[in-house]
């Protein structure tokens, strides 16, 4: 999730690869429009606003490259782009599905909904879609565009991406203990699933409570705790960005033992991007959540222009892999907002 938070080998899929299509359509397309048109067309573009619905704040690390992504598609398309989340990185659907009535008050032209919690929100979002707004699903939604009518959902391969985890962790190490937050989210339990099915050694799974994800500390505490209890534990692996700190800050404090451990990670941050670079880290999967906030908005205007519609309900954003080969150019695009 998103507070929940590859090789620059594209390991994308022909959705994203139709996508991109779009975005160079996109930016041909006025070329060929006269110039009384053209004009027109800009018009009307400018007046078009786009609300991305977000399940986190866009002062959390993970959300802001989302939001610079949103920002970047809307002034590539001449329309208004608007990011809204909770205040706080304490996740609520509740919270959510407020701004999410919020934002459908407003009649927006587009609405980019990140779908973590369906049970709570999908009724809503069918709710928007019968009122004609196009909606796109975002970081978060895995199997829902079908259920709520949205054109497609645009993020990251999560059982994937558990998976490939897996199988590069089945590298370094023979048993891991597996730093994640509970099933009961759905990304969360896609990611465990597929780390599950991708890692053929010894799993030891820690699960922190959602509530402990602001604590640091505690969250340390708890991951020094198992390390303690099992020595015969030689790698770790977090399931989300906002649980690497104190996964790096729990290896600090175990010493030489602690310098011995193998670790790796879905999502990327500014520690992991240090980790890489120190050695301390195999590798990273960064989902390029960029993409996530761009090509929703792209999607959108399209399908308001053109009548154009994603031909995929999946389209894919990663995961790529990010290792000590090429660290160095992903540090200078994530100086940029863009990883």
Avoid: C, W
Avoid at 78 to 94: C, D, L
Avoid at 195 to 202: I, M, R, T
């Amino acid at each position: 999730m998103t507070s929940f938070r590859k090789a620059l080998s594209l390991r994308t899929s022909q959705p994203l690869a139709f996508a991109l299509v779009l975005v160079a359509f996109a930016a041909l397309a006025p070329v060929a429009l006269s110039a009384s048109t053209a004009a027109g067309h800009t018009s009307a573009a400018q007046s078009l606003k786009i609300i991305y619905v977000a399940n986190g704040p866009s002062s959390d690390p993970f959300q802001a490259v989302v939001a610079s992504g949103l920002k970047q598609a809307g002034k590539d398309l001449g329309v208004t782009t608007v990011f809204q989340g909770p205040e706080s990185q304490q996740f609520s659907p509740n919270d959510e599905l407020r701004i999410l009535q919020a934002a459908i008050a407003q009649n927006p032209a587009g609405l980019i909904i990140s779908d973590v919690a369906p049970q709570s929100l999908n009724s809503t979002i069918r709710d928007a879609v019968a009122k004609g707004i196009p909606v796109v699903l975002a970081n978060t939604g895995l199997g829902e565009a079908t259920k709520t009518g949205a054109l497609t959902y645009v993020g990251n391969d999560e059982p994937g991406s558990g998976r490939l985890g897996g199988q590069l962790m089945n590298k370094v190490s023979k048993h891991v203990l597996l730093v994640t937050g509970p099933d009961s989210v759905p990304l969360i339990k896609q990611r465990n699933d597929g780390f599950d099915s991708g890692f053929k050694g010894k799993i030891t799974r820690l699960t922190i409570p959602t509530g402990d994800f602001g604590d640091v500390t505690k969250m340390r505490n708890e991951i020094e705790i198992a390390l303690n209890k099992d020595k015969t534990i030689d790698g770790m692996f977090s399931i989300g960005l906002i649980l690497s700190p104190p996964m790096l800050a729990a290896r600090d404090e175990l010493g030489s033992r602690g310098s011995s451990l193998k670790l790796g990670s879905i999502d990327l941050g500014a520690p992991v991007i240090a980790a890489l670079k120190a050695g301390t880290y195999v590798f990273g999967l960064d989902q390029q959540q960029f993409l996530q906030g761009y090509l929703p908005a792209e999607f959108i205007v399209q399908n308001i222009r053109y009548a154009f519609t994603p031909a995929t309900p999946f389209v894919k954003t990663g995961p790529a892999v990010v290792t000590s080969t090429n660290v160095n150019q992903i540090a200078a695009l994530q100086a940029k907002g863009i990883r």
